[in-house]
């Protein structure tokens, strides 16, 4: 299990990791609650996060461990197509900034936890709830295993190999989540935002300084790609990918939000200034981030070779592993254990709200809606701290039984399919203009075009003359070429963003169909001030009850 | 507005719909059209424009957003 493992990096790594597992279930206390079997408490904290603690918690939820390691991995490979996580984080907050304290006021009035239970309300519609429900728990679970390959990364790079320590740190991380709820990962995310900042800040300093300064480390990374027989990568985005940059950054902020798990940090917030100076405030994430794209340079002008390559082979090894070789070649042992820590803690916090979400899913939408309608407050936490560990162990098991493979293409496209709640959920917040039925068949649309899409996409290497190689005949990427679809010319473009078009022309066109054969529409149960109520408010109840 | 709306709510209104709103639209301008900026120089500290141009644009999308809470807070 252990080869070559360095006994005081892998120490440093193991105090920090017990140190926030004790953290999380003393979590359990933290601006304690009189009860905490109630949905409220266990899954959204009390909502009465203030700004500090939403900052934390909502940093921690979305940039994750495994964008921590398959950023720069991109970059490493592709080059200029990998920074696209920059822009991307950069137009999200100015996006939802407004989107996302309608959603806050009318969900503190109603008590919605979920997008879904929103769904419900404004649409009228139980199917239509439950079809977002899905998509949201479906898109969610591949994004939790892909946290475990975040760890699993960082474990090889230590020289731990086999599955057991993964299955420990993901039985703890289930026994707090179950315990603390919400609490846990909002008061680790202050551990790991502070480890990730520090190690990020130092690794910008001293790495370009010993590999010899930046323009060293952009001429290797050049060197590296004008030897390369790829032609879409580089230094900058070549002539045709330039569409599909901007696209996937644009597709990819629509649909950031849209994730239970982001939506689950914003509820969780005490009023509207709290998200607002949020929006200000995240992009200091997004800076790191940036940073952290440029170590996939400073690993190539470093030499770092992934775990598992073999160049002579042509066998392009574990591309994630990169960001931890290129720590443990430059740190020393002891360093390098808390910017492995960093990573793998990184993973815990995400993993967390991610369950949490995913478990408030399916209480609220499908347990409480189908199976038991009558459910007590306390029936729900149940129910919810229940289906956080169910949701955990399958993320477990897709890693350790399936091909990870499986659940980085799942993520490939959950990223589409949440992308097809936009309508009912985004535009929904603005307008009522869309039939139920004419949302539910965009969906439909979007999702059957989202599949197709994907599965056309080959992943392709190329042989040192030049040749495209296939190696990979479906859901090789999410940048569908437009001759895919008949045009004449070498662009591509990212396939959720066509899905979403596609899904939001049917629900156009259904809607007026709809409409004109008299299909009645269901009942909005909010109100337009309701969009607007701040804290303050005495129509915001102190503990919700279940709508229906 | 009716008058059972209490004020805190009329005043989210107003700042909901403020003009200042489309100040948020800059970032999105400023980044989403990558001819702007794909390109290698002119070089900062030896990074090539692609690269500074983007992390500096976080700023412009921290001053943007900063501005339109400031001046739509009630």
């Given at each position: 299990m252990f080869d070559n493992v360095d006994a005081v990096q892998i120490t440093v790594f193991t105090i920090l990791f017990v140190a926030v597992s004790v953290l999380g279930f003393v979590?359990?206390?933290?601006?304690?609650?009189?009860?905490?079997?109630?949905l409220d408490e266990?899954?959204?904290?009390?909502?009465n996060f203030g700004s500090w603690v939403t900052w934390f918690l909502i940093g921690g939820d979305l940039y994750t461990a495994y964008t921590f390691v398959a950023v720069p991995a991109l970059v490493f490979g592709?080059?200029?197509?990998?920074?696209f996580a920059v822009p991307y984080t950069i137009v999200v907050y100015p996006m939802v900034f407004l989107v996302l304290i309608r959603l806050w006021s009318v969900s503190h009035v109603h008590g919605f936890v979920t997008p879904a239970d929103f769904v419900r309300a404004r649409h009228g519609s139980s199917t239509l709830a439950l079809l977002v429900a899905i998509t949201g728990i479906v898109a969610t679970m591949p994004y939790i295993a892909l946290q475990l390959v975040g760890i699993e990364a960082v474990l090889k790079a230590m020289g731990v190999t086999g599955h057991l320590p993964i299955v420990v740190a993901f039985a703890i991380l289930a026994a707090y989540t179950y315990n603390s709820g919400l609490r846990a990962p909002a008061l680790i995310a202050f551990v790991k935002d502070t480890l990730i900042y520090l190690v990020i800040i130092v690794a910008v300093i001293v790495i370009p300084y010993k590999l010899g300064g930046w323009d060293a480390i952009f001429g290797a990374a050049e060197a590296k790609f004008a030897a390369?027989?790829?032609?879409?990568?580089?230094?900058i985005l070549a002539g045709p990918a330039q569409l599909q940059y901007a696209t996937l950054a644009f597709g990819s902020a629509l649909a950031l939000f849209l994730y239970p798990h982001s939506i689950t940090g914003v509820l969780a917030s005490r009023d509207r200034n709290v998200i607002k100076r949020n929006m200000a405030a995240l992009p200091a994430y997004s800076f790191i981030l940036g940073l952290l794209a440029l170590l996939g340079y400073m690993a190539i002008k470093a030499g770092v070779v992934p775990i598992g390559a073999d160049p002579e082979a042509g066998e392009p090894g574990d591309g994630n592993t990169i960001v931890p070789v290129l720590f443990d070649q430059m740190f020393p042992s002891w360093f390098s254990g808390v910017a492995m820590a960093a990573i793998g803690i990184g993973a815990l916090v995400p993993a967390a709200i991610m369950s949490i979400a995913a478990a408030n899913l399916w209480t609220r939408n499908i347990y409480v809606e189908y199976?038991?309608?009558?459910?007590t407050p306390k029936q729900e936490a149940q129910s919810s701290k229940l289906a956080s560990l169910v949701v955990k162990v399958g993320a477990l098991l897709a890693i350790l039984g399936l091909d990870p493979q499986f659940s980085i293409d799942l993520q490939l496209i959950g990223g589409i399919i949440i992308l097809q709640t936009l309508p009912a959920v985004a535009l929904g917040l603005y307008t009522r203009w869309f039939h139920r039925w004419g949302l539910i068949a965009g969906w439909a649309a979007g999702m059957a075009f989202g599949f197709w899409a994907t599965y056309q996409i080959p992943k392709v290497s190329f042989s040192p003359e030049g040749e495209p190689v296939i190696?990979?005949?479906?859901?090789?990427?999410?940048g569908l070429a437009l001759s895919e679809l008949g045009?004449?010319?070498?662009v591509s473009i990212y396939a959720g963003f066509l899905a979403l078009i596609v899904n939001l022309v049917v629900c156009g066109l259904a809607t007026w169909a709809f409409r004109a054969m008299n299909v009645p529409d269901g009942e909005d149960?909010?109100?337009?001030?309701e969009y607007f109520a701040?804290?303050?408010?005495?129509?915001?109840?102190?503990l919700p009850e279940v709508v229906h | 507005m009716s008058q059972d709306v209490p004020e805190a709510t009329s005043q989210a209104e107003r700042s909901d719909h403020s003009?200042?709103?489309?100040?948020?639209?800059l970032p999105l301008l400023a980044t989403l059209i990558p001819p702007l900026y794909?390109?290698?120089?002119?070089?900062?500290f030896d990074i090539p424009f692609f690269y500074w141009y983007q992390l500096a644009a976080i700023a412009i999308g921290v001053i943007s957003t900063i501005i339109v809470y400031r001046m739509t807070r009630s």
């Open positions: 979590a359990a206390r933290w601006r304690r609650a009189e009860d905490l079997e109630h266990w899954g959204l904290g009390g909502r592709a080059g200029a197509i990998g920074f390369s027989p790829n032609p879409g990568d580089g230094l199976i038991n309608k009558d459910a190696v990979k005949e479906h859901f090789g990427g999410s045009f004449d010319t070498t149960v909010t109100k337009t001030s701040d804290q303050d408010d005495p129509r915001l109840r102190d | 003009p200042w709103n489309w100040l948020l639209l794909n390109r290698v120089s002119p070089e900062l």
